[in-house]
């Protein structure tokens, strides 16, 4: 499996982005797919996902009500609909695929087997 994610750019806070994230090589039907982010000096959390049966989202307390994944599967795609974004929600997003991913490991980035390349998000203030 190969994801290449895109969408990413400068907004200002208050604004939005659309990240998208597309699969090549395998559907992921079944699978969980998650978000990540990461900014320089710090390790790599946990932002939102779609679990494998589809319809379950989880997300990291502070975007919750403002950030939104959903998936498409024919598209083999999976996207992230940012709102309302804050200077602290700067940093580089990654998306992630697990074939093994429970609900207690879903926030974990090791439970996730496949990674896309990072997309930059910078929001100004």
């Known amino acids: 499996v190969q994801l290449q ?4 750019g400068l ?3 208050g604004g939005s982005l659309r990240l998208s ?7 992921f039907s079944g699978y969980t797919m998650g978000w990540f982010r990461q900014d320089p000096g710090n390790e790599r959390e946990f932002v939102a996902a779609i679990f494998r049966d589809g319809g379950n989202t989880y997300y990291k307390d502070s975007v919750k009500g403002r ?4 998936r498409d599967v024919a598209k083999k795609t999976v996207y992230l609909q940012m709102n309302m974004l804050k200077p602290e929600d700067t940093a580089i997003y990654y998306c992630a695929v697990s074939s093994r991913a429970i609900l207690s490991t879903l926030r974990v980035s090791s439970s996730y087997n496949y990674w896309g390349q990072g997309t930059q998000v910078t929001v100004s203030s």
Do not use: E, L
């Open 67 to 70: 950030f939104t994944i959903s």
């Open 21 to 27: 994230c597309a699969a090549s090589g395998r559907t």
């Open 11 to 13: 907004v200002q806070a």
């Open 5 to 8: 994610a895109s969408g990413g």
